[in-house]
């Protein structure tokens, strides 16, 4: 989950057409409703979905992922995945409980109303605060709840604000029993693992995580501008400026995240936010992977972004990311991704013969980068250094940077710790 997402999709659904994969933290007014993500943010379902393919593990309640920042230790649940009424009646519970703490905090509290102008203007160091915690364990009663960021299949995402230090984040608050019913809980897991040991500018911060009887509760960094995905909807496609800098700050977080041996495997609008000087960061790792020796045969990640590798069952590595850098640099461009088809077989079918077209308005330096990079062949795709070496991403970014009046590179942070 990210922050946005588009509409009408839930994670690893089974549906008969393409589909996007849900992300967390949608802007959104409302309190979210409970069990379903059918209806969060209906107005950008414009266009063919997109379809990720499941893997499914079994669940431990009391095997709880330890991550750097202090957890509460709540007794785990003894009960089993419950019956479809008893797992909405949970939610429904949990969602409206939490609902029912923002507002009581809301009316009782003296501080400033969070919100964007809040959020930006707090700039505390929370490096110092999380060492500060390692003293005590984190619990709700530690954050002031704002208002909901997004919603989906498996919980809610949340403003939030860290009381001791001021702290504006994002609380991704999930629920147990749809954990457990969806047996994702693997992913869970694996994105607190690998992303709460990520320090990079271009890369959603984690900074902790702590659980009660019910629920799962994911510290995460605020990002005040929401989803990428949400801004190429509004442009229809982005400019060849806008398009070489998100690759230049892309290629430089990948090349951080495959020098600690991350491998992402879901690179795609809906899981790239941006920060509050439009800086783009990489976020959703629940589909990543630490694989410091051995190449996967795992399929997952969402289908108009799979490599051919993957669509025929082959071993993969960190060069997948590279495929989907080049999908990502032909949708910002165009509008739709280059591989787009009526139904999955003919998505299929043209990934493994690499069968796609150039609009004319695509310029001869921009095809050249992205057939660079959509090579059947892993070994012959073009390195990540060799992405930010590209003269079309040099000359192009260089471009972006002198039309903003603040610059936006690989290295910006604004009031972001680190």
Same mark, same amino acid.
């Given at each position: 989950m990210a922050q946005g997402g588009r509409a009408g999709v839930q994670k690893m659904p089974s549906l008969d057409g393409p589909q996007r994969?849900?992300?967390?933290?949608?802007?959104?007014?409302?309190?979210?409703?409970?069990?379903?993500?059918?209806?969060? #943010?209906?107005?950008?379902?414009?266009?063919? *979905?997109r379809v990720p393919l499941q893997v499914h593990a079994s669940f431990d309640n009391s095997n709880t992922v330890q991550a750097p920042v202090p957890v509460h230790q709540a007794k785990p649940s003894n009960t089993t995945a419950q019956s479809q009424p008893k797992q909405e009646a949970c939610q429904k519970t949990d969602a409206q409980q939490l609902c029912q703490k923002?507002?009581?905090?809301?009316?009782?509290?003296?501080?400033?109303?969070?919100?964007?102008?809040?959020?930006?203007?707090?700039?505390?160091?929370?490096?110092?605060?999380?060492?500060?915690?390692?003293?005590k364990q984190w619990c709700l009663d530690d954050f002031e709840i704002g208002r909901p960021l997004g919603k989906g299949k498996f919980g809610n995402v949340y403003l939030a604000r860290e009381k001791q230090s001021k702290f504006i984040l994002a609380l991704k608050v999930l629920f147990k029993c749809q954990l457990e019913k969806a047996g994702v809980e693997h992913q869970i897991r694996r994105e607190v693992e690998i992303q709460s040991h990520l320090r990079h500018p271009n890369v959603l911060r984690l900074f902790g /995580?702590? @659980?009660?009887?019910?629920?799962? =509760?994911?510290?995460?960094? /605020?990002?005040?501008?929401?989803?990428?995905? +949400?801004?190429?909807? +509004?442009?229809?496609?982005?400019?060849?400026? +806008?398009?070489? #800098?998100?690759?230049?700050?892309l290629a430089d977080a990948l090349m951080y995240c495959h020098s600690k041996k991350v491998i992402h495997r879901d690179i795609k609008p809906e899981n790239l936010l941006l920060g509050?000087?439009?800086?783009?960061?990489?976020?959703?790792?629940?589909?990543?992977?630490?694989?410091?020796?051995?190449?996967?045969?795992?399929?997952?990640?969402?289908? %108009? =972004?799979?490599?051919?590798? #993957?669509?025929?069952?082959?071993? @993969? %590595?960190?060069?997948?990311?590279?495929?989907?850098?080049?999908?990502?640099? /032909?949708?910002? !461009?165009?509008?739709?991704?280059?591989?787009?088809?009526?139904?999955?077989?003919?998505?299929? +079918?043209?990934?493994?013969?690499?069968?796609?077209?150039?609009?004319?308005?695509?310029?001869?330096?921009?095809?050249? *980068?992205? #057939?660079? *990079? !959509?090579? @059947?062949?892993?070994?012959?795709? !073009?390195?990540?250094?060799?992405? *930010?070496? @590209?003269?079309?991403?040099?000359?192009?970014?260089?471009?972006?940077?002198?039309?903003?009046?603040?610059?936006?590179?690989?290295?910006?942070?604004?009031?972001?710790?680190?």
């Amino acid at each position: 989950m990210a922050q946005g997402g588009r509409a009408g999709v839930q994670k690893m659904p089974s549906l008969d057409g393409p589909q996007r994969i849900p992300v967390s933290q949608q802007q959104s007014q409302n309190c979210p409703p409970t069990g379903t993500l059918r209806s969060f #943010m209906p107005a950008l379902n414009t266009g063919p *979905l997109r379809v990720p393919l499941q893997v499914h593990a079994s669940f431990d309640n009391s095997n709880t992922v330890q991550a750097p920042v202090p957890v509460h230790q709540a007794k785990p649940s003894n009960t089993t995945a419950q019956s479809q009424p008893k797992q909405e009646a949970c939610q429904k519970t949990d969602a409206q409980q939490l609902c029912q703490k923002s507002a009581s905090q809301s009316s009782t509290s003296k501080q400033t109303p969070i919100n964007d102008k809040t959020a930006e203007a707090v700039s505390v160091d929370y490096n110092v605060a999380t060492e500060k915690k390692k003293k005590k364990q984190w619990c709700l009663d530690d954050f002031e709840i704002g208002r909901p960021l997004g919603k989906g299949k498996f919980g809610n995402v949340y403003l939030a604000r860290e009381k001791q230090s001021k702290f504006i984040l994002a609380l991704k608050v999930l629920f147990k029993c749809q954990l457990e019913k969806a047996g994702v809980e693997h992913q869970i897991r694996r994105e607190v693992e690998i992303q709460s040991h990520l320090r990079h500018p271009n890369v959603l911060r984690l900074f902790g /995580y702590f @659980h009660d009887i019910s629920r799962v =509760y994911l510290i995460l960094e /605020y990002a005040p501008r929401g989803e990428l995905y +949400k801004e190429l909807v +509004k442009c229809g496609k982005f400019n060849e400026a +806008k398009t070489a #800098m998100y690759m230049t700050q892309l290629a430089d977080a990948l090349m951080y995240c495959h020098s600690k041996k991350v491998i992402h495997r879901d690179i795609k609008p809906e899981n790239l936010l941006l920060g509050s000087d439009g800086q783009l960061k990489i976020a959703d790792f629940g589909w990543s992977v630490h694989a410091p020796t051995s190449r996967r045969a795992t399929l997952c990640g969402t289908l %108009d =972004y799979l490599p051919p590798e #993957m669509i025929e069952g082959n071993l @993969h %590595d960190e060069k997948v990311d590279l495929w989907s850098i080049g999908v990502l640099c /032909y949708e910002f !461009l165009v509008g739709r991704p280059p591989f787009e088809g009526s139904g999955h077989q003919e998505t299929y +079918k043209r990934i493994s013969k690499v069968d796609f077209t150039f609009p004319s308005f695509v310029t001869d330096g921009a095809k050249d *980068l992205i #057939m660079r *990079l !959509l090579k @059947h062949n892993p070994n012959a795709r !073009l390195p990540l250094k060799g992405v *930010l070496e @590209h003269s079309w991403v040099v000359r192009n970014s260089r471009k972006a940077i002198s039309q903003n009046s603040t610059p936006i590179t690989p290295n910006t942070v604004s009031g972001v710790p680190l």
